[in-house]
């Protein structure tokens, strides 16, 4: 047996799978938590990822490895290969200002021409900015810039800063893929290229960018290949078999809508990210900041876990009487909302009930999702099935909502790590040299007419911001 690993370094955890290269047949896996926060010392990835990978049977016999990654966080290194801050994650919304500065300075239909993106708080360019304007002696000491994924294959190969690895700080030899890199705002994905003059428009100064490797590329590790990696979204993309038609809605930390699509997405509202997928193609996105943690904070005020949280929200009819949650709990990045709050209303001395309050929670989390659906719908993209995916998914609620909210069959994959699947499946395909096809198990959500009532509903309330 040929065994391939897929890594997934999310915002909370890394996760680890060790996969058979022909079937996909699980073979081990390791798990450890990365702290809390919007920024982290890398040397937390780096420490999680030995500790998955020893949890999961080490490296010995391994053929091929990949790992897919969070988005958008900034790594800065210096030229001696050290990291010269915390790296500032896809949720810290400090950069909010850097986005708006960027955007008038570029302008907004400009930066969509050129990266597909407008951008926001999320995107590693404002960060850049960012760190130029508040910490500028950082800023100028910035020889490299990396994403999560690109910084932990660099280290996993043996590359990393004098004293700290065995093959030291070459920078030649940091990897990215274009779908990472598609989320920097300082890439194009139809030209495959980076736009440097928009990167020195942002940190004040060049530098050096990780080489973007091809889907089926690979470089060598110690003893291992290491495929291209991914950015997370375009990993989970990779482990579902993504086609044409199937779109994703994710709920995990943050929420995402995202789809297969032969041609790129150029949204000059910036509701829709245009990245590149890790296949060749294109990944429309929409991404909101508040996804399965609006269940938590809803749950929590109701003293109830999830189980009775679903009950209860399945006991309400749907537009929980006329109780509406825009869930902006932590702000939001769709629509670029960096200082909202979430808000109830419609509530009345009839129907504030804890059925209404709990299914207005699901409904909620689901209407900033729906509307996301909605707009790459908008951007020529076929919506055929839903694909939901997440810890969330798991709900009886929320599966049985999501058909009524989305209004096209919805359909749940067997729960599963799909982002460090999708880098295992990735990591087989370079092996191989062709794409690697493994089976994906799905069940259909419980029947449910459509109530198009209740996104009507969330969009007048969230139009109120």
Known sequence: ????????????????????????????????????????????????????????????????????????????????????????????????????DLIDEVGGDEFVRRTGLLPVASFTITKLRWLRDHEPENAARVAAVALPHDWLTWRLRGYGPAGD???????????????????????????????????????????VLPRVLGPLDSVPGPGFLVGPGAGDNA??????????????????????????????????????AGFADAEGGYLPLVCTLNAARVLDAVAEVLSVDHEELSRLALAAAPGAGGVVLVPYFEGERTPNLPDATATFSGLTLANTTRENLARAAVEGMLGGLGAGLDAVREQGVAVNRVLLIGGAAASPAVQQIAAQVFDVPVVVPAPGEYVADGAARQAASSLAGHPVTWDVELTASPASDPHPEILAAYREAAARY
Not at 249 to 272: E, I, R
Request: glycine letters at 12%; one cysteine or more.
């Open 165 to 207: 690895s065995e093959l030291g700080p070459v920078f030649d030899e940091l990897v990215t893929d274009r779908s990472d890199a598609s989320g920097t705002g300082y890439f194009d994905p139809v030209s495959g290229a980076y736009d440097r003059d928009l990167l020195a428009r942002a940190l004040g100064h060049d530098a």
């Open 1 to 100: 047996m040929t065994k391939v690993i897929g890594v997934d370094s999310s915002t909370q955890s890394c996760k680890v799978v060790v996969r058979d290269a022909e079937t996909g047949v699980l073979v081990a896996s390791g798990r450890a938590s990365h702290p809390n926060g919007s920024e982290v010392d890398p040397a937390h990835w780096w420490t999680a990822l030995q500790s998955a990978l020893a949890e999961a049977g080490g490296l010995d016999g391994v053929a091929a490895v990949s790992i897919g990654g969070q988005q958008h966080g900034m790594v800065v290194l210096d030229a001696d290969g050290r990291v010269i801050r915390p790296a500032l994650l896809w949720n810290d919304t400090r950069s909010a200002q850097a986005a708006l």
């Open 235 to 272: 990993a989970a993309g990779v482990g579902l078999g993504l086609r044409a038609g199937d779109v994703v809605v994710s709920l995990g930390t943050s929420g995402t809508v995202f789809a297969a699509s032969a041609t790129p997405a150029a949204d000059p509202t910036g509701t829709v």
